[in-house]
């Protein structure tokens, strides 16, 4: 079943307010049994029960995390998103090897979520960000 844009309109927005309260149940609610989640940038990948698991470790690494969207495209069955993340760096950062301890500074980087969704669900979330901004900012590069 196709989803229409005007309902997309209100999934997203309700998806987006369970990923700022960090409420990985109703975030599950708003997904695919399979669905899949990709960081690109991260090189992160999870699928079905994994995905969660794999989002609810975002919110440890990331304790007050919030996202803010500054464009939204709706299309049937597609959301594409262009958001700012703000969090503030209290545990380690890994990225492969590298480590950067927490620093306690507040950091900001841009990204975009590509979100195909399938009966109404979220099929998969595909997540492209600017891993360089983040890295600079931890003092990794």
Not at 78 to 95: C, D, F, G, I
Not at 102 to 109: D, L, N, Y
Not at 116 to 132: A, I, L, N, T
């Amino acid at each position: 079943m196709t989803t229409a844009p005007e309902q997309l309109h209100e999934t997203i927005a309700a998806y987006n307010d369970a990923w700022n309260a960090h409420d990985v149940g109703r975030i599950s609610s708003m997904h695919a049994p399979d669905m899949v989640f990709e960081n690109h940038t991260a090189g992160e990948r999870a699928e079905g029960d994994e995905a969660l698991t794999h989002i609810a470790r975002i919110f440890e690494s990331w304790p007050d995390i919030e996202f803010e969207t500054r464009r939204l495209y709706v299309r049937e069955d597609l959301v594409v998103q262009e958001w700012t993340a703000r969090a503030t760096h209290l545990k380690p950062l890994s990225r492969g090897e590298i480590v950067a301890e927490p620093s306690g500074k507040r950091i900001e980087w841009r990204g975009m979520d590509v979100i195909p969704f399938e009966d109404g669900k979220v099929k998969r979330k595909d997540v492209y960000s600017d891993s360089v901004s983040i890295l600079r900012q931890v003092g990794l590069l």
